[in-house]
């Protein structure tokens, strides 16, 4: 890896939105290990399990428990933070709530993203912003050569719809707001799915397999022949890491969309990834099939060449992504630190 780039953040002060989430605490940590000054805004943990209490970075990074829909408490913690660099991630972001919730889907994702917007807006000290969506943010017509950037937005359900709307929202703010401001840029991140150890979101694939591998049940798949990019939460997020220190030095250059998805060969069905982390675990695990209840969308594949002229790409393979995840819940299951399970596997990673 060339560290260079990531050398830009030692020193500065970073704000990220959803630094209470799966991705938000590997990026909080791997920003504070950079040299970063982190401030984060989210709702609070979900539990003692999840991966920001384990890190322990409340103790690590300035923070505040918040709504992302909290337009006036939002751009007063940026203001008042004043940073030079921001990522926002707070989002709801599971398909199969959406259908439940599809109010709180649009409001946290679209206005609550309007809000991080306006929040940057009126930030003078911002030089950097990265915005994260989606790869399901594109009108999925299940394309061999995987959706490239100028594609069409789309979604079909609710949370995909959200970002598509969450993408239209950066693009007038782009256009009406950002294109005069010459020291500021701004761009959105689409990645795939991603794994990695510390995710214990309910209905998420991973959690749910190794909770049925600790307890020795049999694990229930939906829909076990759906294809997707799954890729190490470590790879999207050197993604975002190498734009932001990019928009700083070039804003202009580098505003707009990237995607950050696997190799095109690399995505797999729910079924092989399944199978692949039981075989990692070094354990047999049952199967179940229930007919899934709601719609889920048909492959989607990314085209990253992109991302490829920022000196991006993706550092684990499908095989790699998968055996490095069930090393990590494996470890803390056994006892060891997170936090230095964490670190040991953002060390390996920049190797
Ligand atoms: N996990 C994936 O596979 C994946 C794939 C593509 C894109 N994404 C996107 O990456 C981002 C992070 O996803 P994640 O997997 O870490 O999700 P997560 O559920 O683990 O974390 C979501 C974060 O958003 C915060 N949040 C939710 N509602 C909020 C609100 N109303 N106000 C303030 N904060 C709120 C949560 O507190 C949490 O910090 C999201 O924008 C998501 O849509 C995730």
Request: glycine share 10%.
């Given at each position: 890896?060339?560290p260079r780039p990531l050398s830009r953040f030692k020193g500065k002060r970073v704000?990220?939105?959803?630094?209470?989430?799966?991705?938000?605490?590997?990026?909080?940590?791997?920003l504070k290990d950079l040299g970063a000054e982190v401030?984060?805004?989210?709702?609070?943990?979900?539990?003692?399990?999840?991966?920001?209490?384990?890190?322990?970075?409340?103790?690590?990074?300035?923070?505040?428990?918040?709504?992302?829909?909290?337009?006036?408490?939002?751009?007063?913690?940026?203001?008042?933070?004043?940073?030079e660099f921001?990522?926002?991630?707070?989002?709801?972001?599971?398909?199969?709530?959406?259908?439940?919730?599809?109010?709180?889907?649009?409001?946290?994702?679209?206005?609550?993203?309007?809000?991080?917007?306006?929040?940057?807006?009126?930030?003078?000290?911002?030089?950097?912003?990265?915005?994260?969506?989606?790869?399901?943010?594109?009108?999925?017509?299940?394309?061999?050569?995987?959706?490239?950037?100028?594609?069409?937005?789309?979604?079909?359900?609710?949370?995909?719809?959200?970002?598509?709307?969450?993408?239209?929202?950066?693009?007038?703010?782009?256009?009406?707001?950002?294109?005069?401001?010459?020291?500021?840029?701004?761009?959105?991140?689409?990645?795939?799915?991603?794994?990695?150890?510390?995710?214990?979101?309910?209905?998420?694939?991973?959690?749910?397999?190794?909770?049925?591998?600790?307890?020795?049940?049999?694990?229930?798949?939906?829909?076990?022949?759906?294809?997707?990019?799954?890729?190490?939460?470590?790879?999207?997020?050197?993604?975002?890491l190498?734009?932001?220190a990019?928009?700083y030095?070039?804003?202009?250059?580098?505003?707009?969309?990237?995607?950050?998805?696997?190799?095109?060969?690399?995505?797999?069905?729910?079924?092989?990834?399944?199978?692949?982390?039981?075989?990692?675990?070094?354990?047999?695990?049952?199967?179940?099939?229930?007919?899934?209840?709601?719609?889920?969308?048909?492959?989607?594949?990314?085209?990253?060449?992109?991302?490829?002229?920022?000196?991006?790409?993706?550092?684990?393979?499908?095989?790699?992504?998968?055996?490095?995840?069930?090393?990590?819940?494996?470890?803390?299951?056994?006892?060891?630190?997170?936090?230095?399970?964490?670190?040991?596997?953002?060390?390996?990673?920049?190797?």
């Amino acid at each position: 890896m060339n560290p260079r780039p990531l050398s830009r953040f030692k020193g500065k002060r970073v704000f990220v939105t959803g630094h209470t989430g799966f991705k938000g605490s590997w990026l909080c940590l791997w920003l504070k290990d950079l040299g970063a000054e982190v401030f984060g805004y989210a709702l609070a943990p979900q539990s003692d399990h999840d991966l920001y209490c384990r890190l322990g970075l409340s103790r690590l990074i300035g923070h505040l428990e918040a709504d992302i829909r909290d337009a006036e408490l939002l751009r007063e913690a940026v203001r008042d933070f004043r940073p030079e660099f921001m990522f926002h991630l707070a989002a709801q972001p599971l398909v199969r709530l959406s259908y439940e919730q599809p109010l709180l889907t649009f409001e946290t994702n679209v206005l609550g993203s309007l809000n991080a917007l306006e929040a940057a807006r009126g930030a003078a000290s911002l030089r950097a912003m990265v915005y994260v969506t989606s790869d399901k943010c594109y009108e999925n017509k299940g394309l061999a050569r995987g959706c490239k950037e100028d594609d069409a937005l789309g979604g079909a359900d609710p949370y995909s719809a959200s970002k598509a709307c969450a993408e239209l929202v950066l693009r007038a703010y782009q256009r009406s707001f950002f294109a005069g401001r010459a020291t500021f840029g701004a761009a959105s991140a689409r990645a795939g799915n991603v794994i990695g150890g510390g995710d214990w979101a309910a209905d998420r694939i991973v959690p749910d397999a190794v909770r049925a591998l600790v307890a020795g049940k049999p694990l229930v798949l939906r829909n076990p022949g759906a294809v997707r990019p799954w890729q190490h939460v470590l790879d999207p997020l050197y993604g975002y890491l190498m734009l932001a220190a990019r928009l700083y030095d070039a804003p202009k250059a580098h505003a707009g969309a990237w995607n950050f998805g696997p190799e095109l060969g690399q995505s797999r069905s729910v079924r092989e990834l399944a199978k692949r982390l039981a075989a990692s675990w070094g354990k047999p695990l049952k199967l179940e099939i229930e007919r899934s209840v709601v719609p889920e969308a048909r492959s989607l594949k990314l085209d990253s060449g992109r991302a490829r002229r920022l000196g991006w790409r993706p550092r684990w393979d499908f095989s790699r992504a998968v055996s490095e995840t069930a090393s990590w819940y494996q470890a803390v299951a056994g006892g060891q630190d997170a936090l230095a399970v964490t670190r040991r596997q953002i060390g390996q990673y920049m190797v």
